[in-house]
């Protein structure tokens, strides 16, 4: 990696204690507003898993937008959200032609979480270079939702210091153009690499988390298990971001607290489940929990 990766710092409760993200407020837009951008017809999962993630982290209000096929079903499985149908390509993915659709939500939420469960490289890529210029973040940026980052880090220049990157270690491979083998040598370094390209934040999952500023700041967690290794929990993990980020958490914070939150509802579960066979849909009931332990 061409930077000399600083010393992580490694994250407890007690570093989280003394790092508190920003007090609830008493309304529901004191906590701010998010917007889940994502799915297909064939992922829809993974925009439910998000958002309810999104809410359970504390965010005030919830905005999720997918292809106009399944936003009815979107629509009734979040009650809580307000839901707006996207125009799909051929293929059943979100098009390029719908950030036209949703810019008038993206400009106006306090978080923006784009990726979830996205579809088709093509259209993913030319949707985000036509939404990413008109945001001014908090934005983060999730699976195929990385496509613009790895066609040209540059990107998200104009948000320096407002957005987090939530790849797992074949995507952070894909958006730094290197090998699987690479980002299992040095992790840290990959995750800070890309952190100083992007000039975003990076919190890479994994057996142990890795979260990356482009400010040179690095932190290791080891809270979670084998039991997170399954279908939707990268999900989840990306929605408490957004939803830290909706309730006023910086970037930084926000990917750190969520790495920790993600691990420690994955502990909880391997207690009263197992420590294999919970699924990525029990996890936000554990995160409103996870956040007592830390501050009653």
């Known amino acids: 990696m061409p930077y000399r990766t600083p010393e992580p710092t490694l994250v407890t409760p007690e570093v989280l204690r003394n790092w508190r993200l920003p007090e ?25 898993l998000a958002a309810e993630a999104a809410m359970r982290a504390g965010a005030g209000k919830l905005q999720v937008a997918t292809v106009a ?8 499985a979040l009650p809580e959200a307000l839901v ?10 979100v098009s390029a ?23 088709d490289e093509e259209e993913t890529q030319a ?49 730094l153009h290197v090998s699987d083998d690479a980002i299992e040598e040095d992790p840290a370094g990959a995750a800070h690499d890309l952190a100083r390209r992007a000039q975003a934040v990076v919190g890479l999952g994994g057996a142990t988390s890795w979260i990356a500023a482009p400010d040179d700041r690095v932190w290791r967690d080891e809270s979670g298990n084998a039991g997170l290794g399954v279908s939707g929990s990268g999900d989840v993990r990306a929605g408490i971001t957004g939803g830290l980020l909706a309730r006023g958490a910086d970037p930084a914070q926000a990917a750190v607290w969520a790495a920790w939150l993600h691990g420690r509802a994955g502990e909880r579960l391997a207690s009263s489940v197992g420590r294999l066979g919970f699924l990525a849909r029990e996890l936000p009931a554990e995160i409103p929990r996870a956040l007592a332990e830390v501050v009653p």
């Open 24 to 48: 609830p407020g008493g309304g529901k837009n004191a906590r701010g507003s998010v917007l889940v951008i994502g799915g297909s017809t064939e992922t829809l999962g993974a925009v439910l």
């Open 69 to 76: 096929s399944l936003a009815p079903v979107a629509a009734a």
């Open 84 to 93: 707006r149908a996207l125009p799909e390509s051929g293929s059943g993915a």
């Open 97 to 119: 032609g719908a950030a036209d659709a949703v810019r008038d939500l993206a400009e106006a939420a306090d978080a923006v979480l784009i990726g979830p469960g996205m579809a």
């Open 127 to 175: 949707f985000g270079e036509r939404l990413l210029p008109h945001l001014r973040g908090p934005l983060a940026l999730d699976a195929l939702g990385l496509a613009c980052v790895t066609a040209d880090p540059g990107c998200l220049h104009h948000l320096v210091g407002r957005v987090v990157l939530t790849p797992n270690p074949t995507e952070l491979a894909y958006a």
